[in-house]
């Protein structure tokens, strides 16, 4: 297991766009597929977009296409998800996990390592 942590969470009005990453503390994440799940108040935690542990295949929830972008910088230290044209519905708490030699999945069961969670607030 590694130790995550998220930052890039906030308040933005709809429309806009937020950043968020996720690193591992004190360790690269090179061996590990690295997915973003959200839960929002009163529902269940879904699938937001997930990549292989070599960065060469990435995922989204379909209703998510076209708005979510996931990525990984070359030394494979941070996951980035890039969010545009937020809406209001998009407001939740945001996790991102991690999976050995993983090839990315939308199974949260799959994931070993989870962070604290970062609040996405998005006004209509």
């Known amino acids: 297991q590694v130790q995550l942590v998220e930052s890039g969470g906030g308040s933005v009005q709809a429309g806009g766009s937020l950043r968020l990453s996720c690193a591992a503390s004190?360790?690269?994440?090179?061996?590990?597929?690295m997915g973003w799940f959200r839960q929002a108040p009163g529902k269940e935690r879904e699938f937001v977009a997930a990549i292989s542990w070599s960065g060469s295949g990435t995922y989204y929830a379909d209703s998510l296409k076209g708005r979510f972008t996931l990525s990984r910088d070359n030394a494979k230290t941070t996951a980035t998800l890039q969010m545009n044209s937020l809406k209001p519905e998009d407001t939740a708490v945001y996790y991102c996990a991690a999976d050995k030699w993983g090839a990315g999945t939308d199974d949260p069961a799959r994931y070993d390592s989870w962070g604290q969670g970062t609040q996405v607030t998005v006004s209509s």
């Open positions: 004190g360790r690269a994440l090179e061996s590990y597929a």
